[in-house]
């Protein structure tokens, strides 16, 4: 297995720890001290964290059959797609300013561009046998 793929495993499999340790936080922690509007904030970030650390594992998968540095560089945007959308959505849940709202989208698009560079790159491979 090659470093690459070594090093996404771990990424892939760190968020997907946290994904579950935040869900199981949030469907029993915040269940009597959070709002309904809280609630769905949270669950929303534990959702999307879940997929994209399923999204870099797949990138590790990839990986250990192409060496393909790309797929290194999509699952850095996974990651800072996921601590900027989830972590802002996590962090109003929590109690902090709304206004973090605003910044959310920026982490959406991260991990829109994460996709589609995915798709892109893989296109290309087929593209080059």
């Known amino acids: 297995m090659n470093r690459h793929a070594r090093q996404l495993i771990s990424l892939g499999a760190i968020n997907g720890f946290l994904a579950v340790a935040l869900g199981a936080f949030g469907a029993h922690g915040l269940k009597t001290i959070a709002s309904v509007k809280q609630l769905a904030w949270f669950k ?16 590790a998968a990839i ?22 959308f989830c ?10 300013p709304t206004w973090l709202g605003a910044i959310t989208p920026i982490g959406g698009t991260a991990l829109l561009v994460a996709w589609a560079w995915l798709a892109w790159s893989m296109i290309k491979v087929r593209g080059e046998k």
């Open 44 to 59: 929303t970030g534990t959702d999307y964290h879940m997929v994209h650390a399923l999204a870099i594992l797949l990138c």
């Open 63 to 84: 990986a250990m059959q192409l060496d393909n540095r790309s797929l290194v560089r999509i699952s850095y945007l996974f990651q800072a797609g996921i601590l900027i």
């Open 87 to 96: 972590g802002t959505l996590y962090l109003m849940a929590l109690g902090a």
